[in-house]
């Protein structure tokens, strides 16, 4: 039986990620930028609230219209980005490919060291980071993230998107391709510093 009222050492964990909400002024676009980016579909929409699933969660994505909602204001303080990964370095390449084809085109791309991440904004000027993780592991993503080398760059290392895919046509391995160049300190991206310009 638990104990509800035992002393707090450490709250308990949830056991996942459940979904994301968002409030827009731009419903439509955003519905539709969303089913498209994730290859997704409604579980429920109504003319002011959809909720958007691409696995089995019943809905990953919440996107409403609320009267009196302004537009996002990019240096505020707030959720930065959302993240979805992807199982291996090619299934992100394709779904770059992809969306490219669909004139969704990433604003960045850095290998961070823990993952190999592509950037975009959706119709409001939220940040989606879709990735891949470079480490088998979470433990050895961990070292890593404690090591000198992090340290000196927890930001990461500009790449090409279609220098990855190019790499991965020669018959590159991932493993080769996923291990960070170093290219010594660095500040914060302009991309971080001015969002949407």
């Known amino acids: 039986m638990v104990d509800f009222n035992a002393s707090v ?3 308990k964990s949830p056991s996942a990620l459940a979904h994301v909400f968002l409030r827009t002024n731009n419903f439509t676009k955003m519905v539709d930028f969303y089913k498209e980016f994730l290859g997704g579909s409604a579980a429920f929409e109504s003319d002011h609230i959809c ?3 691409y696995d089995f969660e019943h809905h990953r994505i919440a996107i409403a219209t609320i009267p009196d909602t302004t537009p996002k204001k990019a ?11 992807f ?3 090619s299934d992100l390449a394709l779904a770059y490919r992809q969306r490219k084809q ?4 990433p604003f960045w791309s850095v290998n961070h060291g823990p993952t190999t991440s592509i950037y ?3 119709p409001d000027g939220n940040q989606i980071e879709t990735q891949v ?4 592991t979470p433990e050895e993503a961990t070292t890593y993230m404690l090591s000198e ?6 930001i990461g290392t500009d790449f090409d998107p279609e220098d990855l895919v190019a790499r991965l046509e020669s018959g590159e391995s991932e493993a080769s391709i996923k291990k960070r160049i170093d290219c010594g300190p660095r500040g914060t991206p302009d991309y971080i510093l001015n969002p949407g310009k």
């Open 9 to 11: 050492q450490n709250v």
């Open 51 to 53: 909720f958007i699933s």
């Open 75 to 85: 240096n505020s303080c707030g959720l930065e980005h959302i993240a979805f990964t």
């Open 87 to 89: 199982d291996s370095l």
């Open 102 to 105: 669909l004139n969704m085109k």
């Open 120 to 122: 975009y904004y959706d």
């Open 133 to 136: 993780d470079n480490f088998d």
């Open 149 to 154: 080398e992090f340290a000196v760059n927890p």
